[in-house]
């Protein structure tokens, strides 16, 4: 008897081109993982309109991640690729897990208080609840583990209280998730500003690498990027960019920290930065060459969707009955 895999969720936000930061923080474990667990990889389109959002572009950024996923390395045939407002059991649990979420707990939630003070006339109430949404798309899923950036581990903490509390308050229930987070990627930074994540929507382009930025800019954004004047090639808590391109590197290359220091000690940033930039570039070249292909084929990725959102909507049904019916709502 083969013992029946754990089931591990993830999901993107379409709300804005994705960046190395989203690849190195989550999306290589989906990869990686795959055949391992029963996985649930999604693109979070109810999430991304916490911020405003042009119709068009959402709806074409969706297709576009799903093609992303793909290029990257996902297999469509081992792994559920879905579109989250395809599966409106994430919305019903959503409102169940309301009534039971804590403002005080939501209000301390740090990327609410972050986006909400950069938000003046979109201070909505929807950017609030996410952690609350969030909660709700993974524990549908019952999901045993949760690739995810350290930017999300206070929302994953919410997650498991509200795991641990529905099942206290009604009997056994959910699963209580836990994070799968890639230590020397958990938080790639921004490379103009190292002590800022670097994120889909920054303002300033340059902050971040765009998968599908094209190949020379990639070369410049890295080549530009912010460093410090110590001339020091060393990776510790006090040179934060440099240690930031560091661990872009040995993502990248697979390569270990000694043999990096080894190479570039003594010599000038200049020079590790120009390698770093052929090898991302050289790799996005790969990646870059795939997607375009995958791309213009609407038609399939248009059936991995509608695949995924009968596989989605299969794995969460009995487990949204059986909450609805311990919550008290009448079924015939
Ligand atoms: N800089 C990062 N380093 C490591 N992991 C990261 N992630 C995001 N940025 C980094 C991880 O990517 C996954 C998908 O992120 P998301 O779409 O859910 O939204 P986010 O965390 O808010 O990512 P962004 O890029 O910063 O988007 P915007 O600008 O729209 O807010 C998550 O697992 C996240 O941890």
């Known amino acids: 008897m083969t013992d029946k895999k754990k089931t591990l969720l993830s999901l993107v936000q379409p709300s804005g081109d994705l960046t190395i930061g989203n690849y190195l923080g989550a999306i290589k474990n989906f990869i990686k993982l795959q055949d391992e667990y029963d996985c649930y990889i999604g693109v979070a389109d109810l999430h991304s309109i916490t911020v405003p959002q042009v119709a068009a572009e959402l709806r074409k950024r969706s297709r576009e991640i799903v093609a992303i996923y793909l290029a990257l390395g996902l297999d469509p045939d081992k792994v559920t690729i879905f ?9 019903k649990l959503y409102w169940v897990l309301n009534s039971i979420s804590y403002m005080g707990q939501l209000s301390r939630m740090t990327q609410f208080k972050d986006k909400q003070s950069r938000a003046d006339e979109n201070n909505n109430a929807a950017l609030f609840t996410y952690p609350t949404l969030m909660a709700a ?4 899923y019952n999901a ?7 930017d999300q581990q206070q929302h994953m903490e919410l997650a498991r209280d509200l795991a641990i509390r529905f099942n206290s308050r009604y009997s056994e229930t959910f699963t209580v998730p836990e994070s799968i987070i890639n230590e020397s990627t958990r938080k790639i930074m921004s490379l103009r500003n190292p002590e800022k994540k670097m994120s889909k929507s920054d303002e300033d382009k340059n902050a971040s690498i765009f998968l599908l930025d094209p190949l020379n800019v990639i070369r410049k954004k890295i080549k530009s990027a912010v460093t410090d004047s110590l001339n020091n090639f060393d990776y510790n808590d006090e040179q934060i960019a440099l240690k930031n391109l560091i661990d872009i590197y040995l993502a990248f290359t697979g390569e270990d920290l000694d043999q990096v220091l080894a190479k570039y000690k003594g010599k000038g940033y200049g020079e590790f930065k120009a390698d770093l930039a052929d090898i991302v570039a050289n790799d996005l070249e790969n990646f870059q060459n795939k997607y375009n292909e995958i791309i213009s084929d609407k038609e399939r990725l248009d059936q991995i969707l509608k695949d995924g959102a009968e596989k989605s909507q299969r794995k969460t049904r009995n487990l949204l009955d059986k909450v609805y019916r311990k919550v008290g709502f009448l079924q015939l």
């Open 83 to 91: 579109i989250q407002s395809h599966n409106p059991d994430h919305l």
């Open 137 to 140: 798309d993974i524990l549908a």
């Open 144 to 150: 045993d583990v949760v690739p995810v950036g350290i």
